[in-house]
């Protein structure tokens, strides 16, 4: 699975705002508040990536238990999938 919209990813005051671009922002209205998990998702997602490699790059990068990465990156994925910014099939 890969992002396919047109987004960036940017940091404003010490927060994470996914904001659409292009020809993205006459189809998406608004923007999307991520922790810094999800920017760390969201940085992932922008290549070719699977859900173990996710799990598994979240795990290397905080102290976390795995169960707890598991569900929280399942969740991100389906906010994204929901919006319209990721097709869960692939």
């Known amino acids: 699975m890969k992002i396919e919209k047109e987004f960036v ?3 404003i005051a010490d927060d ?3 904001i659409p ?3 993205t922002v006459l189809e998406f209205n608004g923007l999307i508040s991520v922790n810094e998990v999800g920017a760390c998702l969201w ?3 922008q290549q070719e990536t699977t ?3 996710l799990v598994k ?3 290397d990068e905080y102290d976390v238990e795995e169960d707890v ?3 929280d990156v399942y969740e991100f994925l389906h906010q ?3 919006k319209g910014i990721l097709d869960l099939q692939e």
Do not use: N, P, Q, Y
């Open 57 to 59: 790059g979240i795990l």
């Open 16 to 18: 994470f705002v996914i």
């Open 43 to 45: 940085k992932m997602l």
């Open 9 to 11: 990813l940017r940091e």
């Open 80 to 82: 994204l999938s929901d």
């Open 51 to 53: 859900f173990e490699a």
């Open 69 to 71: 990465v598991r569900e």
């Open 21 to 23: 671009t292009g020809k």
